[in-house]
């Protein structure tokens, strides 16, 4: 080794300066405004297109959607849907599902299931806080699908728009590029329908 590089090692290992170079990353991150989200006092954006819980719809006369046809127990990957369909009596030839179940810790959220619904009773959600210490409160039901479907109509409204699958209009488009990254300071402007 050269006179020259003995030399600053010598100086480098007498002023520390491994440990104040390490220190420089330290201090430029104190200057910068922190990005981590203090979850659950806030929460993230999410975008219309994300996979939350599974929800059940109704027409807008509280009809049910679903027909029972078990296109989407068929489509699903992880065999995680029953249903179970039956004739309504009322109305001859016309079925529905009389009992519908999901395991939702089987379930690994692809949407295949609502891609293969033929009359879109079927939507996922932005709902993803269902933790629980009982994993058979997990076991969806029909009522449990429904509820979710009610309170969360918007949400699963949009995730519909969002795929094209409920209607194929610019709009549609939109709701499927916008992702807001983040809740403090969006990064891109809202979508029109948004504003
Ligand atoms: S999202 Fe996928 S895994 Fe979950 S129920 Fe639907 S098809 Fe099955
Ligand atoms: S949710 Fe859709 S695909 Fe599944 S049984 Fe009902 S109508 Fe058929």
Known sequence: MSVAGLTKQILQAALFYEIWDAMKVTFKHMFHKPMTFQYPREQRT???????????LRYDDHQERCVGCDLCEAACPSRCIKVISSEDPERPLQRFASEFYIDITKCVFCGYCVEACPVNALAMTKVYEFSTHDKRTLLFDKKRLYDIGERHLDDAKK???AHNQEKNVEESREYRYYFPQSVLKPTQPPPKHLG
């Not at 999410?46 to 059940?56: N, Q, S, V, W």
């Open 46 to 56: 999410l975008p219309d297109t994300h996979r939350g819980a599974l929800a059940l």
């Open 159 to 161: 995730y519909l728009y």
